[in-house]
């Protein structure tokens, strides 16, 4: 049972557009939430979090959006680069366990 | 080291071969988990350490599979008469504390033949 979902399996943007990842997860109890960015032949990378009590945490480029009544995440990357063509998981926690999403491929064009 | 480190990064068995895949977590990390990630999918929990307990161990998928961390650094997971479906890679990751976020490393890519 995926208690994390990741809708779209790929995406492309444009450079300088936003890129808009999405997530969904149905446990109402995870309480902290990711995003790992993943590049071939490597572990992911943590690039953001949010805790279940904001709605909103950006940092540089990348902003979380958390969505709490509709169960809903999204990553928001602002102007998108080339090098930010990677897959990206989302991640939710609830006591020792992390749940992976089964991740989104971005492309960026340049 | 400044990063978690796994060694080897590739390990290829034979079916019925046991394998030992090593972590090393950051320094002065609390929590250390394992995920295996199949192709195309996302990370799944295998098991948790917090120091040297091993809090939770529910997402190991059988008996052949047992982890460590005796001194509550690093960590082995073991996997005994590895079967061809335990081929994946198999991620560990410390973070400070349970609640905040994890440090992954590079990742051990097993394939069973």
């Known amino acids: 049972d995926q208690q994390v979902k990741q809708n779209s399996p790929s995406l492309s943007v444009q450079e300088g557009r936003i890129s808009i990842l999405n997530c969904d997860y149905t446990?109402?109890?995870?309480?902290?939430f990711l995003w790992y960015k993943k590049y071939p032949a490597e572990g992911p990378t943590f690039l953001i979090s949010?805790?279940?009590?904001?709605d909103k945490n950006e940092d540089g480029r990348f902003t979380v959006f958390l969505n709490k009544s509709a169960k809903h995440l999204s990553l928001h990357i602002v102007p998108s680069q080339p090098g930010d063509s990677a897959v990206y998981f989302c991640?939710?926690?609830?006591?020792?366990?992390?749940?992976f999403g089964t991740g989104t491929s971005l492309t960026v064009i340049p | 080291g400044a990063g978690v480190s796994q060694s080897p990064r590739y390990k290829v068995a034979k079916r019925g071969q046991d394998v030992a895949l090593r972590c090393d977590p950051i320094?002065?990390?609390?929590?250390l988990f394992w995920y295996q990630q199949a192709l195309g999918q996302g990370p799944e929990f295998l098991t948790y350490?917090?120091?040297?307990?091993?809090?939770?161990k529910s997402g190991l998928p059988s008996d052949r599979f047992f982890a460590e961390r005796p001194e509550g650094s690093v960590s082995t997971l073991k996997i005994q008469r590895t079967q061809q479906e335990d081929s994946a890679v198999y991620l560990c990751?410390?973070?400070?504390?349970?609640?905040?976020?994890?440090?992954f490393g590079q990742g051990t890519r097993l394939t069973v033949v």
């Open positions: 446990n109402s109890m995870f309480d902290y």
């Open positions: 350490f917090q120091n040297e307990a091993q809090l939770d």
């Open positions: 990751a410390s973070s400070f504390r349970r609640d905040t976020e994890a440090f």
């Open positions: 949010i805790s279940s009590i904001k």
């Open positions: 991640a939710a926690s609830v006591g020792n366990q992390f749940y």
């Open positions: 320094s002065g990390h609390v929590s």
